[in-house]
C-alpha cells in the first residue's frame, strides 16, 4: 500500500482518444480518482458505469477520474463518457506496480485492482485495494472527495 498523505507516484495513461495524460497534468487543479480495472470484466464495466452515473458529482467536487487498464480498452469503453473521465491503457505496466505493487501483475494481467484518491497537489487521501472485485462503492468515493473539498 502506497503511504497516506504522501504524493502519489508517476502515473502516465495511453487514453483512447490518442492522448497521452499524466496525473500531474491535473496538479493545482483537480482532485483525482484513479482507478485500476481488468478489461472485459463484468464487474469492472459495472463500476465504470456506476461512476459514469456520478460524474455531475465528480464535476461538482473539482475531480477528475483516470480510468487506468493494463491493456489498451476497447473504444467502446470510453464512448459516451463526460470529461470527468478519462480512460486510458498503461500497457507498460509501470503506473500499476508503483500503485498496486509488482505482484499486481500476473501471467493472466491484472491480479489486484484497486482506487486511489488524491487532493489537487497529488498527496494520497485514501486507498482500496481489493485483491477480487471489492471495490469501494460510488458514495465511499465521493465522500472522501466531499472531505477533500471541505479542508482545501
Known amino acids: 500500500m502506497l503511504p497516506v498523505k504522501q504524493i502519489i507516484p508517476p502515473l502516465t495513461l495511453h487514453a483512447t482518444d490518442g492522448r497521452t495524460v499524466h496525473a500531474w497534468d491535473f496538479k493545482q487543479k ?3 480518482v484513479i482507478v485500476f ?3 472485459d470484466c463484468e464487474l469492472c464495466e459495472g463500476f465504470l458505469r456506476r461512476l459514469k452515473e456520478n460524474a455531475a458529482d465528480l464535476h461538482t467536487k473539482e475531480s477528475v477520474a483516470l480510468v487506468v487498464y493494463l491493456e489498451t480498452p476497447l473504444r467502446a469503453i470510453a464512448d ?3 470529461a470527468e473521465i478519462v480512460v486510458g491503457s498503461d500497457v507498460p505496466g509501470r503506473g500499476v506496480c508503483a500503485f498496486l505493487g509488482e505482484e499486481a501483475l500476473s501471467s493472466r494481467g491484472l491480479g489486484r485492482r484497486g482506487v486511489f484518491v488524491t487532493d489537487r497537489y497529488g498527496e494520497l487521501a485514501a486507498q482500496w ?3 477480487d472485485h471489492e471495490l ?3 458514495g465511499e468515493i465521493l465522500a472522501c472527495l466531499s472531505h477533500l473539498e471541505s479542508i482545501c
Request: no cysteine.
Open 129 to 131: 485495494i481489493a485483491k
Open 80 to 82: 459516451g463518457l463526460p
Open 30 to 32: 483537480k482532485n483525482l
Open 37 to 39: 480495472l481488468d478489461a
Open 136 to 138: 469501494p462503492a460510488v
